[in-house]
Structure formats: C-alpha cells, structure tokens
C-alpha cells in the first residue's frame, strides 16, 4: 500500500493543522495506522496510532491536542493537531502495518514558529 502525507506548514504557536493520509488501496482492514514524527537531530518517535484493539494511542506531549481519525471510505487517515508548540516541529510520517510489511509515507513537513 502507498502512502501520502499531506497537510503540513508553517504555523504560529497556539495554531491547528490537519494532517491527512491517503492511501493507494482500502485501509478498512488495516487495523494497526498512526503517525510518527521526528524532530531534526532527533529519532522518530509515535505521535499517534490505532492500535490492534482499535483503541488509540498518543504520545504524552499530543494527549488532550492531537486527534487521530480515519475515513476508511476516503481510505484517509488524519491527524487534527491544535494548540500547536514549537516543539511539535517535526517531520510527521504516516505509516500502516499489515500482515506482510509496515508501509511509510513521504512525511509531511510542520513548522511551529513561536
């Protein structure tokens, strides 16, 4: 399955963006989706993900600002970030794990200027 990434850009502290991944095929029975980041000099890290159980996971600096959602007829997945801060600058990458491989997107690039 390709992925692309979407929805990145410069905004100022305190601001929202929606990040969006599409996906080259149904994603209705890919269970196990989320996004990741990394920051320069930094390693990628989980920023958000379904899990198996399809509960959600957060990382604890996106808890209570970032929400993770799918439209698995859109074969999108989104990531709605708000009160944005400096340090979510990053390099944000979608990624969806199925039985045979876990798949990346090209990331998407978000600049938070304070």
């Known amino acids: 399955v390709q992925l692309q990434a979407s929805g990145g850009g410069l905004v100022q502290a305190g601001g929202s963006l929606r990040l969006s991944c599409a996906a080259s095929?149904?994603?209705?029975?890919?269970?196990?989706m989320g996004w990741y980041r990394q920051a320069p000099g930094k390693q990628r890290e989980l920023a958000a993900a379904f899990t198996t159980s399809g509960s959600t996971n957060y990382a604890d600096s996106a808890k209570g600002r970032f929400t993770i959602s799918r439209d698995n007829a859109k074969n999108t997945m989104y990531l709605q970030m708000n009160s944005l801060k400096p340090e979510d600058t990053a390099v944000y990458y979608c990624?969806?794990?199925?039985?045979?491989?876990?798949?990346w997107g090209q990331g998407t690039l978000v600049t938070v200027s304070s």
């Open positions: 990624a969806a794990r199925t039985v045979v491989d876990t798949y």
């Open positions: 095929r149904s994603i209705s029975r890919i269970n196990v």
